[in-house]
């Protein structure tokens, strides 16, 4: 089928890009604040996390600031993630597009509530102990060519366990080149930066995402992206998002890192557009850890 062999082609492009750059994502292993792997935005996640090339939205400030430079009026977004494992997350967004510019702002917090504490045997030992997450992020997107976008990111990052926290700060930059009906996406995150809670201290997860999309119809997108974190293996991830109708699109995704534990790597959702507010949401089920349902709402003025 011919959108098969598109998605071959998006994938087959990400893969050579990724093979050059791999080893500057370094080797497998521990990380701190891995939070940061976890997708912000229910349109993004329903497409698999397959965001990079698109990054059309306030989303760009997590996915890749280079798109930024998409948003053309101020936009407002929120969003709450009902996460595994009884874990939850808010987001806040603003974009603000100046003449030649756009910047973005964000917030993310992610809280886990009250979980049972184990000795190292898994044994419930009687007492209860909280986590959480925060990042505050500035980015910025900005057009250089008429095919070529560039975008940075600043961002503190924040993590609590029990009465110990610690903070941080790091950097990410992405770049966008627009060809007839594809763009290409590359952004590489989390640089720099070390969290210590306890006795040791560890490096955030830098990531490296690279990105291919294309507007297969009017009405019908296209996506792949391969990533590669610092704290897990290279990840495949293809979206794709149909307009059904002139105020409904219905999106889905699946992604590779995932096994029989963590449920099946694929995700759904839709977009319903109300004048100029948005209501997207997306369902990824993760096997034995349950679901998770993620709404986002967002405004354009």
């Known amino acids: 089928m011919p959108m098969i062999k598109h998605f071959k082609t998006l994938i087959y492009i990400c893969a050579c890009i990724l093979i050059t750059s791999t080893g500057f994502a370094g080797s497998e292993g521990t990380s701190a604040a891995s ?17 990079c090339a698109i990054a059309d939205d306030i989303n760009a400030v997590q996915w890749n600031p280079s798109g930024l430079i998409q948003i053309r009026e101020k936009e407002i977004m929120v969003s709450h993630n009902e996460w595994i494992e009884g874990i939850k997350s808010e987001f806040m967004g603003y974009a603000h597009p100046f003449e030649n510019w756009t910047l973005g702002l964000t917030l993310n917090y992610l ?15 009687g007492e209860e102990f909280g986590a959480s997450g925060t ?3 500035a980015a910025a997107g900005k057009k250089f060519s008429d095919r070529l976008s560039l975008g940075f990111g600043l961002k503190l990052i924040k993590e609590a366990v029990e009465e110990k926290s610690a903070s941080t700060f790091a ?9 007839e009906k594809f763009k290409f996406g590359a952004a590489v995150q989390n640089v720099g930066g070390a969290i210590k809670l306890y006795e040791e201290q560890f490096s955030l997860p830098l990531t490296i995402r690279l990105g291919a999309a294309m507007n297969y119809t009017e009405k019908i997108i296209l996506s792949a992206e391969i990533n590669k974190p610092s ?8 979206g794709a998002q149909w307009q059904a109708l002139e105020k ?5 995704g699946y992604k590779t890192d995932s096994d029989k534990n963590t449920g099946p790597g694929i995700s759904v959702g839709f977009g319903f557009n109300i004048q100029r507010a948005m209501i997207d949401y997306s369902f990824t089920p993760f096997g034995d850890l349950e679901s998770s349902h993620l709404i986002s709402l967002k405004f354009h003025f």
Request: hydrophobic share 45%; net charge negative.
């Open 35 to 51: 939070f940061l792997n976890i997708g912000m935005g229910a349109g993004p996640v329903a497409m698999g996390g397959s965001f």
């Open 231 to 238: 704290d897990n293996s290279v990840a495949v991830k293809t």
């Open 248 to 252: 409904i699109s219905l999106r889905a």
């Open 135 to 137: 990042v505050i992020s």
């Open 111 to 125: 809280h886990s509530g009250e979980m049972i504490k184990r000795d190292i045997n898994g044994n419930d030992i």
């Open 171 to 179: 950097a990410d930059a992405g770049a966008m080149y627009e060809y």
